[in-house]
């Protein structure tokens, strides 16, 4: 069994889950603190909850290859899940320095979680293997292709990690970029299939609680007028 639902407690994890493709009560978010709050591009726990409460059951592996402030490790202590955390630029102890693009874990895992950075929306390093940092130099400057191929290597890697029938959770923000849109996420979705991954499900999380870091105002409100 991918999870551990039943038809006697189906409506106990209904009380937990998402039950709709929409996403839009993050009140866990504000009553408890998961991962580091401060991190630039910090993971919603919902999302890690859902996915956990769905496709894993208690005591298996899990591993999050973009850990960024650590929720995915909280939450996964919280649901009585093993957590394997990697981040190229950790900031705390409980996160392995490792590329999302080579590291093999010693365990195949039962669910993989992949939040990377948006493209450059957030640059979080100088170093040429980050996602965030895709500069090319010889057009002079961040360079969507370079980024795609660098996610498929994550991709290609996520592969080898994850169990037989193993599930992944990917999260990723379309992009407005120099005065145009980028569907970002039907491109990754390609990726994904041109290995060997079948969608399971497309869910968007309504992101009101954005803010710009020095401003008041909500940032995607101002963004989408």
Known sequence: MKNEITNKNYEEFAQKVFLTTLWTDFSVSKTKQYGDRKYKGNFMPEIVIN???RYTRTNDYVLDMFAGGGTTIDVCKDYNRNCIAIDLNPCR???IQSDAQTFIS?????HIF???PYFSVIKYSEKDN???NCYNKVIKEQDFSKFYMQLNNCIINANKNLEKDGFLTFVIGDLFYKGQWYMT???CNE???NNGFQLKSL???QGSDVRNNNKDYKLWLYRTL
């Not at 010693?106 to 039962?110: L, S, T």
């Open 93 to 95: 102890q409980d996160i």
């Open 185 to 187: 996420h039907s491109k």
């Open 191 to 193: 990726l994904f299939e």
């Open 51 to 53: 996915s956990l409460l």
């Open 114 to 116: 992949m939040h990377p």
């Open 106 to 110: 010693n365990i195949e895992v039962k």
């Open 130 to 132: 980050d996602l965030s």
């Open 203 to 205: 869910n968007i999380k």
